[in-house]
């Protein structure tokens, strides 16, 4: 009896498909071990990766820093590429601006004074959440939960933690620590948390489960940005996979896979076998593939809608469908929205020599000295700055119901609330000249913006989304159930594999977890045909 190669399917080309396509490739598909497919349901690679240009910059529209360059193997390949630089403006081409200038809604600069301590108590705060430290000082501890169930937020968490610092601070006798001085601390605390909603995608902080976040592990190094662009990367990975491998605008809408398959598939030596392929997959186009093994690394928003709408049209289905626990994981775990919204200045304003980094502090709750021009779905965006120190263009960031709101916008009705709403900021700045180094937007009755470009993680049917967290009643067990293999044992296991930043238990919703989690599962299958380096 002739072996048959087996066929291995990946569905998506991102990260984390790339990365296995390249690894399988070079460990087999180069020897003609293998039969090798990547497919993709959208008309370009990259999946969450898409590098693109604006106002003459070039721009990331989803992934856009390496977070920590040591041990990342991202920063690896960008180094190994030659992507680390450019004659070409980037975003982020001199890292985090620093020196902010933090204003409020009513137009003053907040003193640093103000703003320091608040900062200081949040970044302090997220460090204990995050296991580096065990405290704050002052005695302070933390030990109640946030609603009622047992299960600990950090929303619940940060907020306990800036009530003990009110009180610790009343303890003290600070004057009018009740007063206008306190609303304004709560504005910017305000600020810090929804800058880690878009770190973490939570549409709302009390949504992050407390104790997994101790379990996030941040690679260690500086954080950069990637000068030739991240999608250089994606395109590196799949530079070496002969023409034909990747298939474009091939949506999977249903994946049939047999549980148990003792009866069905003779077996030979070595694992293959007598040519049965036991997964079969159906294509919107109405074509349909089988596979020995298919490699899924669809965003655990897609696989949530196949589980909320098994009817629905186009959602990726499972028959049978998948197993109950791991229907619980998919369901438990947290996934969101942040997009990005870059706007450019136009070249006609030349009252200053850069724009500020402005952080941007909001009436909290239902204060009446709110303005009302400032739309919602702006007051929980946390800063707006130049994508680097000499651009025109500008970037603020979203998340969870503001993200969704911005992508369903008219780009001219995000100019005009955007021009009105920086305008608002600065209308009194110059009241504060010496603090704004400079700074000074002059007579901006309304900031003259031209052109927008957003990103549409949210809407997008290829990720419904934009990456993952653990949620409250989750845990990182169920990023393992979530990784687990189908099926684990029997007479042709690994049919239907896992991949993708949410299988990654400590290195969730980043590139370097994609990564990892690809070449985990290209190893799986390399064990499993003796074929590991």
């Known amino acids: 009896m ?59 529209m989803g992934a856009t820093w390496i977070h920590g360059i040591g041990g990342s193997p991202v920063h690896k390949i960008a180094q190994e590429i030659n992507s680390m630089e450019s004659d070409k403006p980037w975003e982020c081409m001199d890292g985090f601006l620093d020196d902010p200038i933090t204003i409020a809604e009513n137009g003053y600069v907040l003193n640093p004074s103000l703003v320091d301590p608040v900062s200081k108590l949040f970044k302090n705060l997220m460090d ?49 620590v009740n007063g206008n001085r306190k609303l304004l601390e709560e504005g910017i605390f305000a600020m810090q948390e929804n800058t880690q909603r878009t770190c973490t995608s939570a549409n709302d902080l009390f949504d992050l489960d407390f104790d997994a976040e101790s379990e996030y592990i941040m690679c260690p190094g500086e954080e950069i940005t990637i000068a030739k662009g991240y999608s250089s990367i994606i395109e590196s990975l799949a530079s070496i996979l002969p023409c034909g491998v990747i298939q474009l605008g091939k949506k999977v809408c249903k994946i049939d896979w047999h549980p148990h398959l003792d009866s069905e598939v003779g077996i030979v030596e070595n694992g293959y076998h007598d040519g049965i392929k036991p997964v079969k997959l159906h294509f919107l186009d109405g074509t349909t593939l089988s596979a020995d093994h298919v490699i899924v690394t669809v965003s655990l928003g897609v696989l949530k809608a196949g589980i909320r709408d098994s009817n629905g049209m186009g959602m990726l289905k499972f028959n049978p469908p998948l197993p109950d626990y791991k229907i619980e994981a998919i369901s438990r775990l947290g996934y969101g929205v942040v997009n990005k919204l870059f706007m450019q200045l136009s070249q006609d304003l030349t009252d200053f020599d850069q724009f500020p980094f402005l952080q941007l502090v909001f009436h909290q709750g239902d204060s009446q000295v709110k ?37 369903t916008m008219p780009d001219e009705v995000i100019l005009d609330e955007v021009s009105t709403t920086l305008s608002t900021f600065l209308s009194n ?99 499993y045909y003796q074929c590991m380096d």
Request: proline share 3%; charged share 25%; net charge positive.
């Open 2 to 60: 002739a072996m048959k190669k087996p066929r291995i399917v990946i569905i998506g080309a991102g990260m984390a498909g790339l990365t296995a396509a390249n690894k399988l490739y070079k460990s087999m598909g180069s020897k003609g071990g293998i039969e090798l497919c990547v497919i993709e349901g959208g008309n370009r690679i990259g999946g969450r990766i898409n590098t693109s240009e604006f106002g003459g910059d070039r721009v990331e």
């Open 128 to 176: 204990v959440a995050k296991g580096k430290r065990k405290s704050i000082g002052n005695g302070w501890n933390w030990n109640g939960n946030g609603n009622g169930n047992g299960n600990r937020s950090v929303g619940s968490f940060l907020r306990k933690g800036l009530e003990d610092f009110w009180e610790m601070e009343s303890r003290k006798g600070r004057e009018e």
């Open 371 to 407: 303005n009302p021009k400032i739309p919602w779905w702006i007051r929980k965006t946390a800063s707006v700055s130049p994508i680097y120190r000499k651009s025109r263009v500008l970037l603020s960031w979203f998340a969870g119901e503001e993200a969704l709101e911005l992508e």
């Open 429 to 527: 700045q110059s009241d504060s000249h010496e603090q704004c180094n400079g700074n000074v937007i002059k007579n901006s009755s309304k900031l003259n913006l031209v052109k927008v470009l957003k990103s549409k993680w949210g809407s997008d049917p290829l990720f419904l989304g934009s990456y993952s967290y653990v949620a409250v009643g989750s845990s990182g067990c169920d990023i393992d159930t979530l990784a687990e293999p189908l099926t684990k044992s029997g007479s042709h296991p690994l049919q239907i594999l896992f991949a993708g930043e949410a299988t990654h238990r400590t290195h969730y919703s980043t590139t370097h977890g994609a990564y990892f989690s690809g070449i985990r599962e290209a190893n799986r299958l390399l064990e």
